[in-house]
């Protein structure tokens, strides 16, 4: 392309340079020079052309392309194209707007530069054409060319190229909506496969003759609803023809269906046209490319997943054989409308809806047009679940075409009209911005452009001229947010409407209806839930409209759990109680964080939702800065005594006190489950191990206090200030270890040293008289939960005297201290009561559990053989010993003495070692060597992972357990919580195998010493 410009005066040369920058030019310098180019010359001083390059997408490229076709064309040629561009309106504006829009498009006229006489005609058959007339005009493309013995696919890439060049005039030039581009883009691909499969059939012949084969179009193509650039999804089903076997006919097919793929997707001069994808077959990938029609049948009766159904929804005939098309698609779609009855029906659709969110790569979520928030999937997931709800009973409902079956669903009362107005503009906003996008390169993406140049090229194409690109960057996030909005509003509203007999605003939809939406969203009880709901959200009251503000969302975050019913019943009580309070539906409607986090809470097990519903005022820590952080034990001892110290009596105090356990407890427990929630994937392993420390600790600190607290409280009633004796607390087990769990017991040790004066039996009768009397406080019916205190592990176990004195303790540990207790006083550590006396407790036994040289051979092997007869004769008959949590393969038992012994063996040289926490104990031994890293890191994935099971289980259950729940909802509760996808439990167990299988293979070598 050459250029030759002429002298100009400075004057007219800043005036012409004013002039195209008035046009929209970024490069007048450049544009100018283009001007000036000798194919140009018969026009370069006619406005009327630059009035036609400014009104363009991107002037520069415009012009640009136009010189470089100029230049493509013969003489005589050129002057027609250039009289023709300035006296036929027509061409211009379409030629012009390509060339403005499309690189690709401007590269393919100038590979064939008689193409833009296909732009000329403006016939009202050219401005809407369908299949027919696209079938025509590639079978002249391809056939119609003189001596043309044989097709060759790259003359189908040039036709198809085209036929695209009309469509993407029509398009930018207004001529065609989104929905009419769509149309013909899928008609374009429809006639393109059909004159791909003449070609593979007049290839081979001898295979066209042994079977019949249809081609059914799927995804977009099949909803009439396609890309610019789009894989075009299709699935083959063939029959054999009179006198072929049927093996040989699907082999014929198949061959057939491979070659007709090719003639599509293969790379020739002409490049590509767009691949066939076949991968929405049966079995996808992995299943045969072709099958008859009665083993698709068979498959989707027996084997097919919810997605497979929801795909088919846009199933129609395409190419090959007609009758069998139709016949294809009449047999599937009654099963179609039945998927929404499956069991699994809503955890396979939220398991899809999540899938999407988590491919997407980190760096292109803001920027997703598609697949992102806000996005076109957000439509067109909200429209196919509403119509698979509905649908089953409404025929309206059933259109392919998003827009088409939105449409269908306003008209039927499902969605509100304003609502599925808003939500048709946003989807053409953001499909159009699609379209766009695809056509300047013709490659296929879904990303916006980041580039200034492009974001401007695109805002003009999409007629944005006063500060585009910024317009651009408002409106796609105005619609986006829409399309967020809408998408949770389609579902819920609706339902409110239904119950709460609004006049005004929003769908009516019937109870019928509402209780079927509810059905199909995962509610298992939905008349009890329309009920809550009519209770929640009837009437005229400013609470009822808070509710019905909120109630959508909430709805959502109920039905994205394993219990919605739970949920919904939970808030309802909770509402109930707090209806009067008029800080609690503020702090839901303005405190977005407190809203979702109530609803994960009330929905997400028993255990929290009990503790909120004892006190809901604690509702506000959901919403408060750092509300859900655990306090420390300092603090909350502080709290506990001085609660204690202003009631009346020891029953008192110790409610008090057991009222701060309670809400500690739930603060722990929210925290917890908000956090575990809705993990994308399985949390990393430093993640878990942390979480489990901070719920240990918290639990640990928090059960300390409280037996200050109860100390205190016994102390004070009977003796005053002064008790005749100083009395220490020594947590033991996982209390001792700062590792409790929600159902944890607390196992204790009580010790006594009677005051300098005082009476030794008074002393230890005092001392026996408070020990007994903090028992029975803590334990006394109440509406919190219990606080158990065991005292087993005391010397000679519950045939021992409850309390001892430390120098008891030291007489008995002298002379008759078994193996078995010198463990156990390894997680030994005060908790309340004197710390003087605690710390010299922790120095009589610190020998004992940490013996000099270690542990001698005998006392090995008598651990080794406790430790095998607990597993044979304290495992629960008819456990599984593959998913006990404590006393199972791998878990928490084998884990600890695993740690213990090496504990026994090496701390009196390591002290690192000298810890009563399992994990830090673990470390400690992997860095002095005891452990290999694998198998610390082995050992440790499993103790925690048997740790969080069981924090699962008392969450989701409300009571204490060591096994997996056999209740499927529990059991899917418990999956969330540890990270898994609603269908998952199955996963979720093998997992669990696996981990504590490898953890028992570590055990067998460094406990057991099994080589």
Same mark, same amino acid.
């Given at each position: 392309?050459?250029?030759?410009?002429?002298?100009?005066?400075?004057?007219?040369?800043?005036?012409?340079?004013?002039?195209?920058?008035?046009?929209?030019?970024?490069?007048?310098?450049?544009? #100018?020079?283009?001007?000036?180019?000798?194919?140009?010359?018969?026009?370069?001083?006619?406005? +009327?052309?630059?009035?036609?390059?400014?009104?363009?997408?991107?002037?520069?490229?415009?012009?640009?392309?136009?010189?470089?076709?100029?230049?493509?064309?013969?003489?005589?040629?050129?002057?027609?194209?250039?009289?023709?561009?300035?006296?036929?309106?027509?061409?211009?504006?379409?030629?012009?707007?390509?060339?403005?829009?499309?690189?690709?498009?401007?590269?393919?006229?100038?590979?064939?530069?008689?193409?833009?006489?296909?732009? $000329?005609?403006?016939?009202?058959?050219?401005?809407?054409?369908?299949?027919?007339?696209?079938?025509?005009?590639?079978?002249?493309?391809?056939?119609?060319?003189?001596?043309?013995?044989?097709?060759?696919?790259?003359?189908?890439?040039?036709?198809?190229?085209?036929?695209?060049?009309?469509?993407?005039?029509?398009?930018?030039?207004? !001529?065609?909506?989104?929905? %009419?581009?769509?149309?013909?883009?899928?008609?374009?691909?429809?006639?393109?496969?059909?004159?791909? =499969? *003449?070609?593979?059939?007049? %290839?081979?012949?001898?295979?066209?003759?042994?079977?019949?084969?249809? @081609?059914?179009?799927?995804?977009?193509?099949?909803?009439?609803?396609?890309?610019?650039?789009?894989?075009?999804?299709?699935?083959?089903?063939?029959?054999?023809?009179?006198?072929? %076997?049927?093996?040989?006919?699907?082999?014929?097919?198949?061959?057939?269906?491979?070659?007709?793929? /090719?003639?599509?997707?293969?790379?020739?001069?002409?490049?590509?046209?767009?691949?066939?994808?076949?991968?929405?077959?049966?079995?996808?990938?992995?299943?045969?490319?072709?099958?008859?029609?009665?083993?698709?049948?068979?498959?989707?009766?027996?084997?097919?997943?919810?997605?497979?159904?929801?795909?088919?929804?846009?199933?129609?005939?395409?190419?090959?054989?007609?009758?069998?098309?139709?016949?294809?698609?009449?047999?599937?779609?009654?099963?179609?409308?039945?998927?929404?009855?499956?069991?699994?029906?809503?955890?396979?659709?939220?398991?899809?809806?999540?899938?999407?969110?988590?491919?997407?790569?980190?760096?292109?979520?803001?920027?997703?047009?598609?697949?992102?928030?806000?996005?076109?999937?957000?439509?067109?997931?909200?429209?196919?679940?509403?119509?698979?709800?509905?649908?089953?009973?409404?025929?309206?409902?059933?259109?392919?075409? !998003?827009?088409?079956?939105?449409?269908?669903?306003?008209?039927?009362?499902? +969605?509100?009209?304003?609502?599925?107005?808003?939500?048709?503009?946003?989807?053409?906003?953001?499909?159009?911005?699609?379209?766009?996008?695809?056509?300047?390169? &013709?490659?296929?993406?879904?990303?916006?452009?980041?580039?200034?140049?492009?974001?401007?090229?695109?805002?003009?194409?999409? #007629?944005?001229?006063?500060?585009?690109?910024?317009?651009?960057?408002?409106?796609?996030?105005?619609?986006?947010?829409?399309?967020?909005?809408?998408?949770?509003?389609?579902?819920?509203?609706?339902?409110?409407?239904?119950?709460?007999?609004?006049?005004?605003?929003?769908? /009516?939809?019937?109870?019928?209806?509402?209780?079927?939406?509810?059905?199909?969203?995962?509610?298992?009880?939905?008349?009890?839930?329309?009920?809550?709901?009519?209770?929640?959200?009837?009437?005229?009251? /400013?609470?009822?409209?808070?509710?019905?503000?909120?109630?959508?969302?909430?709805?959502?975050?109920?039905?994205?759990?394993?219990?919605?019913?739970?949920?919904?019943?939970?808030?309802?009580?909770?509402?109930?109680?707090?209806?009067?309070?008029?800080?609690?539906?503020?702090?839901?409607?303005?405190?977005?964080?407190?809203?979702?986090?109530?609803?994960? @809470?009330?929905?997400? #097990?028993?255990?929290?939702?009990?503790?909120?519903?004892?006190?809901?005022?604690? @509702?506000?820590?959901?919403?408060?800065?750092?509300?859900?952080?655990?306090? #420390?034990?300092?603090?909350?001892?502080?709290?506990? =005594?001085?609660?204690?110290?202003?009631?009346?009596?020891?029953?008192?105090?110790?409610?008090?006190?057991?009222? $701060?356990?309670?809400?500690?407890?739930?603060?722990?427990?929210?925290?917890?489950?908000?956090?575990?929630?809705?993990?994308?994937?399985?949390?990393?392993?430093?993640?878990?191990?942390?979480?489990?420390?901070?719920?240990?600790?918290? @639990?640990?600190? =928090?059960?300390?206090?409280?037996?200050?607290?109860?100390?205190?409280?016994?102390?004070?009633?009977?003796?005053?200030?002064?008790?005749?004796?100083?009395?220490?607390?020594?947590? &033991?087990?996982?209390?001792?270890?700062?590792?409790?769990?929600?159902?944890?017991?607390?196992?204790?040790?009580?010790?006594?040293?009677?005051?300098?004066?005082?009476?030794?039996?008074?002393?230890?009768?005092?001392?026996?008289? *408070?020990?007994?009397?903090?028992?029975?406080?803590?334990?006394?019916?109440?509406?919190?939960?219990?606080?158990?205190?065991?005292?087993?592990?005391?010397?000679?176990?519950?045939?021992?005297?409850?309390?001892?004195?430390?120098?008891?303790?030291?007489?008995?540990?002298?002379?008759?201290?078994?193996?078995?207790?010198?463990?156990?006083?390894?997680?030994?550590?005060?908790?309340?009561?004197?710390?003087?006396?605690? %710390?010299?407790?922790?120095?009589? +036994?610190?020998?004992?559990?940490?013996?000099?040289?270690?542990?001698?051979?005998?006392?090995?092997?008598?651990?080794?053989?406790?430790?095998?007869?607990?597993?044979?004769?304290?495992?629960?008959?008819?456990?599984?010993?593959?998913?006990?949590?404590?006393?199972?393969?791998?878990?928490?038992?084998?884990?600890?003495?695993?740690?213990? =012994?090496?504990?026994?063996?090496?701390?009196?040289?390591?002290?690192?070692?000298?810890?009563?926490?399992?994990?830090?104990?673990?470390?400690?031994?992997?860095?002095?060597?005891?452990?290999?890293?694998?198998?610390?890191?082995?050992?440790?994935?499993?103790?925690?992972?048997?740790?969080? *099971?069981?924090?699962?289980?008392?969450?989701?259950?409300?009571?204490?357990?060591?096994?997996?729940?056999?209740?499927?909802?529990?059991?899917?509760?418990?999956?969330?919580?540890?990270?898994?996808?609603?269908?998952?439990?199955?996963?979720?167990?093998?997992?669990?195998?696996?981990?504590?299988?490898?953890?028992?293979?570590? $055990?067998?070598?460094?406990?057991?010493?099994?080589?």
């Amino acid at each position: 392309m050459t250029a030759h410009p002429a002298p100009q005066h400075p004057g007219r040369r800043s005036s012409a340079f004013s002039r195209l920058l008035r046009y929209g030019f970024t490069d007048p310098s450049a544009a #100018g020079r283009l001007l000036q180019a000798p194919e140009l010359a018969a026009v370069r001083d006619d406005s +009327v052309l630059l009035e036609a390059l400014g009104a363009t997408a991107d002037p520069d490229l415009a012009l640009t392309a136009l010189v470089r076709l100029a230049e493509a064309q013969d003489e005589d040629e050129r002057q027609t194209l250039l009289s023709t561009l300035i006296t036929a309106k027509p061409l211009r504006d379409r030629l012009l707007g390509v060339l403005g829009a499309s690189e690709a498009l401007g590269d393919h006229l100038v590979r064939h530069p008689r193409d833009w006489h296909s732009l $000329v005609t403006y016939e009202a058959a050219d401005l809407h054409p369908a299949t027919p007339e696209f079938e025509a005009a590639l079978a002249e493309g391809v056939w119609g060319e003189p001596g043309r013995e044989r097709p060759r696919p790259d003359a189908l890439r040039a036709a198809y190229r085209r036929c695209l060049l009309g469509i993407a005039a029509r398009d930018v030039c207004g !001529t065609t909506d989104l929905a %009419e581009t769509a149309a013909e883009l899928a008609d374009l691909a429809t006639a393109t496969v059909r004159a791909a =499969l *003449v070609i593979a059939a007049e %290839e081979q012949p001898t295979d066209a003759a042994a079977c019949r084969l249809a @081609v059914i179009a799927m995804g977009k193509c099949g909803g009439r609803e396609l890309n610019y650039v789009s894989d075009v999804d299709v699935i083959f089903v063939a029959e054999a023809r009179d006198g072929t %076997e049927e093996p040989k006919a699907l082999q014929a097919a198949t061959r057939l269906a491979g070659r007709m793929m /090719r003639v599509c997707s293969d790379v020739t001069a002409e490049g590509t046209i767009w691949p066939v994808d076949a991968n929405l077959r049966p079995e996808g990938r992995n299943g045969p490319l072709v099958r008859t029609l009665n083993s698709h049948l068979a498959y989707y009766e027996r084997w097919s997943k919810t997605w497979e159904f929801q795909a088919l929804l846009k199933a129609r005939p395409m190419a090959g054989d007609a009758e069998l098309g139709k016949e294809y698609v009449a047999a599937v779609t009654p099963l179609v409308w039945q998927v929404s009855e499956r069991e699994n029906f809503v955890s396979d659709v939220r398991q899809m809806r999540r899938r999407v969110v988590e491919n997407i790569p980190a760096a292109q979520v803001d920027r997703e047009l598609k697949l992102g928030p806000g996005g076109l999937r957000d439509v067109e997931f909200a429209v196919q679940l509403l119509q698979l709800v509905h649908g089953r009973s409404d025929a309206t409902l059933h259109s392919p075409t !998003t827009l088409d079956a939105l449409s269908a669903l306003a008209a039927g009362g499902y +969605v509100g009209r304003e609502d599925a107005k808003a939500l048709d503009a946003a989807y053409c906003f953001l499909r159009t911005l699609e379209h766009r996008i695809q056509l300047y390169k &013709m490659r296929r993406t879904h990303l916006m452009p980041e580039d200034e140049p492009d974001l401007r090229r695109l805002a003009r194409s999409m #007629g944005m001229r006063t500060e585009p690109v910024e317009t651009l960057r408002k409106e796609w996030k105005w619609h986006a947010r829409e399309v967020r909005r809408l998408h949770e509003k389609l579902f819920y509203r609706p339902l409110l409407d239904a119950v709460a007999h609004l006049e005004a605003g929003g769908t /009516r939809l019937s109870a019928k209806a509402a209780g079927q939406r509810l059905e199909a969203l995962g509610y298992a009880d939905p008349v009890a839930a329309l009920r809550h709901l009519e209770a929640l959200a009837s009437g005229v009251t /400013r609470k009822a409209a808070i509710q019905r503000t909120l109630l959508p969302v909430l709805l959502a975050w109920f039905a994205d759990s394993a219990d919605p019913d739970a949920g919904l019943l939970n808030f309802r009580k909770v509402s109930d109680a707090l209806g009067k309070t008029p800080w609690y539906l503020r702090l839901l409607r303005d405190e977005g964080a407190a809203a979702e986090n109530l609803a994960r @809470v009330l929905s997400a #097990g028993r255990l929290a939702p009990d503790l909120l519903l004892r006190a809901p005022e604690a @509702v506000a820590l959901l919403g408060a800065k750092d509300g859900l952080q655990p306090r #420390g034990r300092a603090a909350l001892e502080q709290e506990v =005594l001085a609660a204690v110290g202003r009631a009346e009596n020891a029953e008192q105090a110790v409610a008090a006190a057991r009222g $701060v356990r309670r809400r500690e407890l739930f603060r722990t427990a929210a925290a917890d489950l908000i956090g575990a929630y809705g993990t994308d994937g399985h949390p990393a392993e430093q993640d878990r191990g942390h979480a489990a420390d901070v719920i240990g600790g918290a @639990v640990s600190d =928090l059960t300390a206090a409280t037996i200050a607290g109860a100390l205190r409280a016994a102390v004070r009633d009977q003796w005053g200030d002064t008790l005749p004796t100083r009395f220490t607390v020594i947590g &033991m087990g996982r209390f001792g270890g700062h590792e409790l769990g929600y159902g944890s017991d607390a196992d204790v040790l009580f010790v006594h040293e009677p005051r300098e004066g005082a009476d030794e039996q008074e002393a230890a009768k005092a001392a026996h008289a *408070v020990a007994n009397e903090m028992r029975r406080l803590l334990q006394l019916p109440s509406s919190d939960p219990p606080l158990p205190i065991d005292a087993d592990l005391r010397p000679e176990g519950k045939t021992g005297p409850l309390v001892r004195t430390l120098s008891s303790y030291a007489a008995y540990y002298r002379r008759w201290s078994l193996v078995w207790e010198a463990q156990a006083l390894l997680r030994a550590e005060p908790v309340a009561g004197d710390a003087e006396l605690g %710390e010299r407790f922790i120095e009589l +036994v610190d020998p004992l559990r940490y013996p000099v040289e270690g542990l001698g051979e005998d006392a090995v092997r008598e651990i080794r053989r406790l430790k095998a007869r607990m597993e044979t004769e304290r495992l629960p008959r008819g456990a599984d010993p593959t998913t006990h949590t404590k006393l199972g393969r791998g878990g928490l038992s084998d884990v600890e003495w695993t740690v213990q =012994l090496l504990q026994m063996q090496h701390a009196w040289a390591e002290p690192g070692l000298r810890t009563t926490r399992t994990r830090t104990a673990l470390a400690a031994a992997r860095d002095a060597g005891l452990l290999a890293t694998e198998d610390a890191q082995i050992l440790d994935e499993a103790w925690v992972l048997a740790s969080r *099971v069981r924090n699962a289980v008392m969450l989701v259950r409300g009571r204490p357990g060591d096994t997996f729940p056999s209740d499927a909802r529990e059991l899917a509760a418990v999956g969330r919580y540890l990270g898994y996808e609603e269908g998952h439990v199955g996963e979720m167990l093998d997992d669990y195998r696996r981990t504590t299988r490898r953890a028992r293979a570590v $055990v067998e070598t460094i406990f057991y010493g099994a080589s």
